[in-house]
């Protein structure tokens, strides 16, 4: 669970004054020596899953060719630990990596805490001028640019062609039109309609914005998860379950729905574009061309997806801070984010990278743009992170039955005001 604030600021600034000194420029620890060649040690923190993180450690390892003073070490470090784990090397200073891949979300709150050293001046310029401007926000924390964005994404629903061919029905436009597909699915193939993740809350949040809500509305520093758009969200994730047009776990949901999704046991899941190279390795789709993406289905309101995707960052306590920087400029270059978007179908967050021939004929990329576009954005506040655990408890009750939805949207209310102290 989350610390508080104030205390684990303490620790920061304990941590960071321990490490001040070492961090100076031209210590034996690395950075740039007289002649302004950058040389030492970066280690970086990545958060990129089994499909991808082969690709982001290759890419890596480029910047060495670069700059053949400077070693690149790598750590993958799996996503649902990741963050909790970054707070925990910050705020002790021991075995802190240099850069860090942060989740959209986190930014703000580790920028919150002290631990994200701020974006040098020429850097954020580029950053504001040279990228999108929805992710160039995600990296920003009370006006001042603490990461630069790495890929943007947001979510849509993956379907299998040949399955709903054979059933005789049409990519869904809505819930409605999803349950009724499911259940021609489910008596023409004997196939299931739906993979509904319900282990994760991130899978929630186009089912709210889908009946026109959302977790918060933070310019009025008001909680709205419990309010009639959130009741009916958790509804409607329910009604999937019963009515049969989807199944769902209460665990191990990505590889129960990946392993259904690839083998074809369900026609339809929701995912990003993450999830497309893994989705390929799937016997369903050794024909990449079986492989449909479409937008989320909408609810009552009207159809919504988050904007996600990742940020780099450099620690404020490291030791080698001038190579840390080149080594994120490097990550987010052009060359690097269009190789990023040709091994993985990633979408880049350079604006300039989209006129270019693998960006531009990937086939994902010219779905997933104009859905990033119309991506919802969240709240970039400092406890954007710590909502999803509570919310996650409350959102598996209601897919399982374990709370009614009203129940699940009152208590998870309730945990979000214990978090966010003074808010309605």
């Given at each position: 669970?989350?610390?508080?604030?104030?205390a684990?600021a303490l620790?920061?600034?304990?941590?960071?004054?321990?490490?001040?000194?070492?961090?100076?420029?031209?210590?034996?620890s690395g950075?740039k020596?007289?002649?302004?060649?950058?040389?030492?040690?970066?280690?970086?923190?990545?958060?990129?899953?089994?499909?991808?993180?082969?690709?982001f450690?290759?890419?890596?390892?480029?910047?060495?060719?670069?700059?053949p003073?400077?070693t690149?070490?790598?750590?993958?470090?799996?996503?649902?630990?990741?963050?909790n784990k970054?707070?925990?090397s910050?705020s002790?200073?021991?075995d802190?990596?240099?850069?860090?891949?942060?989740?959209v979300?986190?930014?703000a709150?580790f920028?919150?805490?002290?631990?994200l050293?701020?974006?040098?001046?020429d850097?954020?310029?580029?950053?504001?001028?040279?990228?999108?401007?929805?992710?160039?926000?995600s990296?920003?924390?009370?006006?001042?640019?603490?990461?630069?964005?790495q890929?943007?994404?947001?979510?849509?629903?993956?379907?299998?062609?040949?399955i709903?061919?054979?059933?005789?029905?049409?990519?869904p436009?809505?819930?409605?039109?999803?349950k009724?597909?499911?259940?021609?699915?489910?008596?023409k193939?004997g196939?299931?309609?739906?993979?509904?993740r319900?282990?994760?809350?991130?899978?929630?949040?186009?089912?709210?914005?889908?009946?026109g809500?959302d977790?918060?509305?933070?310019?009025?520093?008001?909680?709205?998860?419990?309010?009639?758009?959130?009741?009916?969200?958790?509804?409607?994730?329910?009604?999937?379950?019963?009515?049969?047009a989807?199944i769902?776990?209460a665990t191990d949901g990505w590889?129960n729905?990946?392993?259904?999704?690839k083998?074809?046991?369900?026609?339809?899941?929701?995912?990003?574009?993450?999830?497309v190279?893994?989705?390929?390795?799937?016997?369903?789709?050794?024909?990449?061309?079986?492989l449909?993406?479409?937008?989320v289905?909408?609810?009552?309101?009207?159809?919504?997806?988050?904007?996600?995707?990742?940020d780099?960052?450099?620690?404020?306590g490291?030791?080698?801070?001038?190579?840390?920087?080149?080594?994120v400029?490097?990550?987010?270059?052009?060359?690097?984010?269009?190789?990023?978007?040709?091994?993985?179908s990633l979408?880049?967050?350079?604006?300039?990278?989209?006129?270019?021939?693998?960006?531009?004929?990937?086939?994902?990329?010219?779905?997933?743009?104009?859905?990033?576009d119309?991506?919802v954005e969240?709240?970039?506040?400092?406890?954007n992170?710590?909502?999803?655990?509570?919310?996650?408890v409350?959102?598996t009750?209601?897919v399982?039955?374990?709370?009614?939805p009203?129940?699940?949207?009152?208590?998870?209310?309730a945990?979000?005001?214990?978090i966010?102290?003074?808010w309605?």
């Amino acid at each position: 669970m989350r610390r508080g604030i104030a205390a684990t600021a303490l620790v920061a600034a304990l941590a960071l004054a321990a490490t001040a000194c070492g961090g100076d420029k031209g210590d034996d620890s690395g950075d740039k020596k007289a002649g302004g060649e950058l040389t030492g040690t970066v280690t970086w923190w990545d958060t990129s899953g089994d499909t991808e993180k082969a690709v982001f450690q290759k890419l890596a390892e480029g910047f060495t060719a670069k700059h053949p003073k400077v070693t690149v070490k790598y750590v993958n470090v799996p996503y649902g630990e990741a963050q909790n784990k970054i707070k925990n090397s910050f705020s002790s200073g021991s075995d802190a990596p240099d850069v860090i891949r942060a989740d959209v979300g986190w930014v703000a709150d580790f920028a919150s805490l002290g631990y994200l050293d701020k974006v040098p001046a020429d850097a954020a310029k580029k950053v504001d001028g040279e990228f999108l401007a929805q992710a160039a926000a995600s990296g920003k924390f009370e006006g001042t640019t603490y990461a630069v964005p790495q890929v943007i994404d947001t979510m849509g629903l993956f379907y299998n062609k040949k399955i709903l061919k054979d059933a005789g029905v049409e990519v869904p436009k809505s819930l409605e039109e999803l349950k009724k597909a499911a259940a021609t699915i489910k008596s023409k193939t004997g196939k299931t309609g739906l993979y509904l993740r319900g282990d994760d809350s991130y899978w929630f949040l186009p089912l709210i914005y889908g009946e026109g809500g959302d977790l918060v509305d933070a310019k009025n520093k008001t909680v709205t998860v419990d309010g009639p758009a959130g009741v009916k969200a958790f509804k409607a994730a329910r009604d999937l379950v019963t009515s049969g047009a989807a199944i769902t776990n209460a665990t191990d949901g990505w590889n129960n729905m990946e392993t259904a999704f690839k083998s074809g046991k369900v026609a339809m899941m929701v995912n990003g574009p993450w999830a497309v190279a893994d989705a390929y390795a799937g016997d369903e789709f050794k024909d990449k061309g079986n492989l449909g993406i479409a937008a989320v289905p909408a609810g009552s309101a009207g159809q919504g997806a988050p904007q996600g995707g990742h940020d780099l960052a450099v620690y404020a306590g490291s030791k080698n801070r001038d190579a840390a920087h080149a080594f994120v400029d490097y990550m987010t270059s052009q060359e690097v984010q269009v190789q990023t978007t040709k091994d993985l179908s990633l979408l880049p967050t350079r604006t300039a990278a989209y006129e270019a021939a693998d960006v531009k004929g990937n086939t994902m990329v010219q779905f997933f743009k104009p859905a990033v576009d119309k991506a919802v954005e969240r709240a970039w506040i400092p406890e954007n992170g710590s909502l999803f655990a509570p919310l996650q408890v409350q959102y598996t009750k209601a897919v399982t039955g374990a709370a009614s939805p009203e129940d699940a949207a009152k208590a998870a209310g309730a945990e979000f005001r214990k978090i966010l102290k003074g808010w309605k």
